[in-house]
């Protein structure tokens, strides 16, 4: 059974920095490539970071390029998101997500490309 949590969560102030994590596990975790999304308040999931399966491959919205960092840790099966610069419009619930294309290196920048889906932790910013 595939499962993924998302930690690291919280309430922070415009300008802050917050590092989510997203552990796995039920699946070969080097065999996919790894996404973030978010959605927030009355709008659409969208698509945040993806990093290939050894991670030497990243895409980023131009929303969040140049603040946020993607990396995963393949020996502790988990992704991280390290968000810099934090801004008010960066308030939503973050999900991690599994690609669906078993070892490929793509990096999707579209929904319906992932599996695998974790539940959502959510990310609070005070202007």
């Known amino acids: 059974q595939v499962q993924l949590v998302e930690s690291g969560g919280g309430l922070v102030q415009a300008g802050g920095s917050l590092r989510l994590s997203c552990a796995t596990s039920?699946?070969?975790?080097?065999?996919?490539?790894m996404g973030w999304f978010r959605q927030a308040p009355g709008k659409e999931r969208e698509f945040v970071a993806a990093?290939?399966?050894?991670?030497?491959?990243?895409r980023y919205s131009d929303s969040v390029k140049g603040r946020f960092i993607i990396s995963r840790d393949n020996a502790k099966n988990t992704v991280y998101l390290q968000m810099n610069s934090l801004k008010p419009e960066d308030t939503a619930v973050y999900y991690c997500?599994?690609?669906?294309?078993?070892?490929?290196?793509?990096?999707?920048?579209?929904?319906?490309?992932?599996?695998?889906w974790g539940h959502g932790t959510e990310v609070s910013v005070s202007s």
């Open positions: 039920g699946l070969s975790f080097t065999m996919y490539s």
């Open positions: 997500a599994v690609a669906s294309e078993w070892g490929s290196s793509r990096t999707p920048d579209v929904a319906n490309e992932y599996g695998y």
């Open positions: 990093i290939s399966r050894s991670g030497g491959s990243t």
